[in-house]
């Protein structure tokens, strides 16, 4: 199917008239009978929102011009495989078991691949075959060459264990200790920090992966205390409710 096709029959099924999705996705009756005509398609942000309102990949709404495929497990995706950020949008990088609620599942690919073989175990594959063949499918996915940048297996436990020791060493007021780091996506902790003289900063790379937590304050409150770091850096803030309102307190090189 087209976006053309796409957008008509997801609409008509709603029962909806162009004016009502028009005025769902903020865009005007003439832009719907536009993209129902196949003369333009919807821009990135309209994308979004459509995505959103039907509940549907934007992969989807283009006519599924591609096979997306979760970049930690390999596993072909449809609408409902997909994972979800924490807001409800879709992630069309991965699958729901390999990314949930903005965190990764897998740290280690020799657990991964155990799992996935459990499952594809079977009159197809033996299991050494299924173990061969995760083994030479994974690494070349997306999200374990990133994970290599950080270091890949034993070292990045290594560096897991050496950044919770840096953290604890700071010894910062109210922050309880660091027990625990979890693999996190840059756009999904890539907070807005005002500096002293008013300008706002990011310090990260939307496509990066950092290791992070968040922390309850040992004062109580409804802040948080986040954590992040890499190989390059040490980074503490705090923030109200869902990230809201973020000061930074620290940021180290390492
Ligand atoms: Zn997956």
Same mark, same amino acid.
């Given at each position: 199917?087209?976006?053309?096709?796409?957008?008509?029959?997801?609409?008509?099924?709603?029962?909806?008239?162009?004016?009502?999705?028009?005025?769902?996705?903020?865009?005007?009756?003439?832009?719907?009978?536009?993209? !129902?005509? #196949?003369?333009?398609?919807?821009?990135? =942000?309209?994308? &979004?929102? %459509?995505?959103?309102? @039907?509940?549907?990949?934007?992969?989807?709404?283009?006519?599924?011009?591609?096979?997306?495929?979760?970049?930690?497990?390999?596993?072909?995706?449809?609408?409902?495989?997909?994972?979800?950020?924490?807001?409800?949008?879709?992630?069309?990088?991965?699958?729901?078991?390999?990314?949930?609620?903005?965190?990764?599942?897998?740290?280690?690919?020799?657990?991964?691949?155990?799992?996935?073989?459990?499952?594809?175990?079977?009159?197809?594959?033996?299991?050494?075959?299924?173990?061969?063949?995760?083994?030479?499918?994974?690494?070349?996915?997306?999200?374990?060459?990133?994970?290599? !940048?950080? #270091?890949?297996?034993?070292?990045?436990? =290594?560096?897991? &264990?050496? %950044?919770?020791?840096? @953290?604890?060493?700071?010894?910062?007021?109210?922050?309880?200790?660091?027990?625990?780091?979890?693999?996190?996506?840059?756009?999904?902790?890539?907070?807005?920090?005002?500096?002293?003289?008013?300008?706002?900063?990011?310090?990260?790379?939307?496509?990066?992966?950092?290791?992070?937590?968040?922390?309850?304050?040992?004062?109580?409150?409804?802040?948080?205390?986040?954590?992040?770091?890499?190989?390059?850096?040490?980074?503490?803030?705090?923030?109200?409710?869902?990230?809201?309102?973020?000061?930074?307190?620290?940021?180290?090189?390492?």
């Amino acid at each position: 199917m087209e976006t053309k096709d796409v957008i008509l029959s997801l609409r008509t099924n709603k029962g909806l008239s162009q004016d009502e999705l028009a005025e769902k996705v903020f865009v005007t009756r003439q832009a719907v009978s536009r993209w !129902e005509h #196949g003369d333009t398609i919807p821009g990135t =942000e309209t994308l &979004k929102l %459509l995505s959103e309102f @039907f509940g549907v990949s934007i992969n989807t709404l283009l006519g599924s011009p591609r096979q997306l495929i979760c970049q930690c497990c390999g596993m072909p995706l449809d609408d409902s495989l997909i994972s979800r950020e924490k807001d409800g949008s879709f992630n069309e990088d991965y699958c729901k078991w390999c990314y949930a609620d903005g965190e990764y599942t897998y740290s280690d690919m020799d657990d991964l691949i155990d799992v996935c073989v459990k499952h594809m175990t079977g009159k197809d594959f033996t299991e050494e075959q299924a173990r061969e063949y995760m083994k030479s499918v994974l690494p070349k996915l997306d999200y374990w060459r990133r994970y290599e !940048e950080l #270091g890949g297996g034993e070292k990045f436990e =290594e560096l897991k &264990k050496q %950044l919770i020791d840096e @953290f604890n060493a700071l010894h910062i007021e109210g922050m309880p200790k660091v027990e625990k780091l979890n693999a996190l996506v840059g756009s999904y902790v890539n907070l807005e920090y005002r500096l002293p003289n008013g300008r706002m900063v990011k310090f990260l790379d939307d496509n990066a992966t950092y290791l992070g937590n968040q922390l309850e304050c040992e004062f109580g409150g409804d802040r948080c205390f986040g954590i992040l770091a890499n190989m390059d850096f040490l980074l503490v803030c705090t923030y109200g409710c869902g990230g809201s309102d973020p000061e930074l307190v620290l940021y180290k090189k390492r």
